[in-house]
T-cell receptor
Framework: KNEVEQSPQNLTAQEGEFITINCSYSVGISALHWLQQHPGGGIVSLFMLSSGKKKHGRLIATINIQEKHSSLHITASHPRDSAVYICAVGLLEGGADGLTFGKGTHLIIQP | AAGVIQSPRHLIKEKRETATLKCYPIPRHDTVYWYQQGPGQDPQFLISFYEKMQSDKGSIPDRFSAQQFSDYHSELNMSSLELGDSALYFC???????????????FGPGTRLTVL
């Protein structure tokens, strides 16, 4: 079983829709990252969370440590938001320095 | 703002050749991480350095080695390349102590290595 599970794997929506991507993890973590990867590969760090909620522009990320769950929300979605969104965690115990990644959510926003 | 720089961006090598990938962290970042992302795969942690010392090791093959230099840039050396080494290699940097996974990691654009 993967330590980091994301859902949905694929999501297609219309421009303007409110988007939610979920991430669940099964181990203790020090922090959770939401990353964005565009075709061609480059990874952009969107948020790092260890508690609560963060907002940046149209993006909102929340985390519930007790429930081991995080969500990434996109308001007023736009075709340029189309990308792979990846949840990655830093493990607390027995984990390497590096992040452990989820499989990603492929998001397509249609005009 | 300055970002993480990786070079080269693309590299094509033959089997059994060697390759060197370079990573220049964000200024004042003292921690560097290397990740490998195979086709259709999620990134896998290879190795990290903090203050020029190896900090932690992930799934890095014995054929690969890496180091961090006095200016904090890092190089990933890959020898006896195999077809399966074809992947996107990301470097990330952060500031903080060893075990700096709790500090935000900023990713470079990646080096796409193709082994023929």
């Amino acid at each position: 079983k993967n330590e980091v599970e994301q859902s949905p794997q694929n999501l297609t929506a219309q421009e303007g829709e409110f988007i939610t991507i979920n991430c669940s993890y099964s181990v203790g973590i020090s922090a959770l990252h939401w990353l964005q990867q565009h075709p061609g590969g480059g990874i952009v760090s969107l948020f790092m969370l260890s508690s609560g909620k963060k907002k940046h522009g149209r993006l909102i990320a929340t985390i519930n440590i007790q429930e081991k769950h995080s969500s990434l929300h996109i308001t007023a979605s736009h075709p340029r938001d189309s990308a792979v969104y990846i949840c990655a965690v830093g493990l607390l115990e027995g984990g390497a320095d590096g992040l452990t990644f989820g499989k990603g959510t492929h998001l397509i926003i249609q005009p | 703002a300055a970002g993480v720089i990786q070079s080269p961006r693309h590299l094509i090598k033959e089997k059994r050749e060697t390759a060197t990938l370079k990573c220049y962290p964000i200024p004042r970042h003292d921690t560097v991480y290397w990740y490998q992302q195979g086709p259709g795969q999620d990134p896998q942690f290879l190795i990290s350095f903090y203050e020029k010392m190896q900090s932690d090791k992930g799934s890095i093959p014995d054929r690969f080695s890496a180091q961090q230099f006095s200016d904090y840039h890092s190089e990933l050396n890959m020898s006896s390349l195999e077809l399966g080494d074809s992947a996107l290699y990301f470097c990330a940097s952060s500031e903080g102590t060893s075990g700096g996974f709790y500090n935000e990691q900023f990713f470079g654009p990646g080096t796409r290595l193709t082994v023929l």
